[in-house]
């Protein structure tokens, strides 16, 4: 299936092309799609009881439900699928010291994308700033720009960053991430009017089709000792902006909450891994009735924990 056909997948699009994966209907043959059809793809990252991926399950395996009603899955894939990332970096004061680690972190990142993945680096401080113009499969430039055109520090308008990022992702197909980092809560720093909230941004995500990964670092040895970081005199109680979690929880993705500067590199590599090894799945909708569905995703596999976005708009366009 190529990503022009994939496009006509109404509410999320999986494009296949040139990744070897293969989306197959519940009999096991390969889906066909015309103009007509409507298809709920579900990206879903399922882990065992101790946190590991489980690469291995089947169609049987899992079960829907649309609304609380049970929907028989008519597509499943297990093999790796592209990715299309905006990897947005914090730029803030408070993360001034550590501004090397985190670059060289997202390198490992950059690192694991395959051929068939796609990625622009942002960075958002004084203002919002996404390079290069146009995603790119491009390692080198995209570690270059890790390392020559992010920012100097500023202030961490963090829900605007996210907004601009979902708009990058607008006319890309197949899976849409966006892969956040930062230490601190919201605070654009303009004051204007007419800043994101979550609430905005959340919306925006679940309706465009978005999957949202974070990354927060809480800096507790810095709080222990009484020190605060740059920009503005960070309180000593503020750590990473609880909405992440949520944005990341309703859209499917993942949050990783750390402590410690060393475990930068290995989180950014298993965001990769696991961006690799989701499933999707997929169903046709009873109804196109242009509201906001809820959907509910279990494993029938004890202790198996999954993560899948929380609803879709069931728009017939």
């Not at 103009?35 to 990206?43: D, I, L, M, Q």
């Not at 475990?263 to 298993?270: N, P």
């Given at each position: 299936m190529g990503a022009k056909t994939a496009r006509l997948l109404a509410l999320?699009?999986?494009?296949?092309?040139?990744?070897?994966?293969?989306?197959?209907?519940?009999?096991?043959?390969?889906?066909?799609?015309t103009t007509g059809n409507r298809t709920v793809a579900v990206f879903a990252t399922v882990t065992g009881a101790d946190g590991h991926l489980l690469t291995d399950l089947q169609l049987t395996d899992f079960q829907i439900d649309d609304n609380g009603r049970r929907q028989a899955l008519t597509l499943f894939a297990n093999?790796?699928?592209?990715?299309?990332?905006?990897m947005l970096l914090d730029r803030s004061g408070s993360m001034r010291s550590n501004f090397g680690l985190v670059e060289r972190a997202a390198e490992e990142f950059v690192g694991a994308m395959?051929?068939?993945?796609?990625?622009?680096?942002?960075?958002?401080?004084?203002?919002?700033?996404i390079d290069p113009r146009d995603f790119t499969p491009d390692r080198d430039e995209l570690v270059h720009i890790l390392k020559n055109e992010l920012q100097d520090e500023g202030p961490t308008p963090l829900?605007?960053?996210?907004?601009?990022?979902?708009?990058?992702?607008?006319?890309?197909?197949g899976r849409r991430v966006i892969l956040v980092f930062t230490d601190g809560l919201d605070s654009p720093g303009n004051g204007r009017q007419g800043n994101n909230s979550l609430r905005d941004v959340m919306r925006r995500a679940e309706a465009e089709d978005v999957m949202v990964y974070a990354i927060g670092f809480s800096n507790t040895s810095d709080r222990r000792g009484g020190?605060?970081?740059?920009?503005g005199g960070r309180r000593e109680d503020e750590g990473p902006d609880p909405g992440l979690a949520r944005i990341a929880a309703s859209t499917g993705g993942?949050?990783?909450?750390l402590t410690d500067t060393r475990d930068l590199a290995s989180t950014f590599r298993?965001?990769?891994?696991?961006l690799h090894q989701q499933y999707a799945l997929g169903f046709a909708p009873e109804s196109l009735d242009g509201?906001?569905?809820?959907?509910?995703?279990?494993?029938?596999?004890?202790?198996?924990?999954?993560?899948?976005?929380k609803s879709y708009i069931a728009s017939k366009e």
């Amino acid at each position: 299936m190529g990503a022009k056909t994939a496009r006509l997948l109404a509410l999320a699009v999986i494009a296949t092309a040139g990744c070897g994966a293969v989306l197959r209907a519940a009999g096991g043959q390969q889906a066909t799609f015309t103009t007509g059809n409507r298809t709920v793809a579900v990206f879903a990252t399922v882990t065992g009881a101790d946190g590991h991926l489980l690469t291995d399950l089947q169609l049987t395996d899992f079960q829907i439900d649309d609304n609380g009603r049970r929907q028989a899955l008519t597509l499943f894939a297990n093999d790796i699928q592209p990715i299309t990332v905006v990897m947005l970096l914090d730029r803030s004061g408070s993360m001034r010291s550590n501004f090397g680690l985190v670059e060289r972190a997202a390198e490992e990142f950059v690192g694991a994308m395959l051929p068939t993945d796609k990625a622009r680096i942002g960075s958002f401080s004084n203002r919002i700033q996404i390079d290069p113009r146009d995603f790119t499969p491009d390692r080198d430039e995209l570690v270059h720009i890790l390392k020559n055109e992010l920012q100097d520090e500023g202030p961490t308008p963090l829900w605007n960053a996210i907004n601009v990022g979902i708009t990058a992702l607008l006319r890309q197909d197949g899976r849409r991430v966006i892969l956040v980092f930062t230490d601190g809560l919201d605070s654009p720093g303009n004051g204007r009017q007419g800043n994101n909230s979550l609430r905005d941004v959340m919306r925006r995500a679940e309706a465009e089709d978005v999957m949202v990964y974070a990354i927060g670092f809480s800096n507790t040895s810095d709080r222990r000792g009484g020190r605060r970081g740059g920009g503005g005199g960070r309180r000593e109680d503020e750590g990473p902006d609880p909405g992440l979690a949520r944005i990341a929880a309703s859209t499917g993705g993942g949050y990783f909450e750390l402590t410690d500067t060393r475990d930068l590199a290995s989180t950014f590599r298993r965001v990769a891994d696991e961006l690799h090894q989701q499933y999707a799945l997929g169903f046709a909708p009873e109804s196109l009735d242009g509201k906001q569905h809820s959907l509910n995703v279990r494993v029938a596999k004890e202790g198996a924990t999954v993560r899948a976005r929380k609803s879709y708009i069931a728009s017939k366009e």
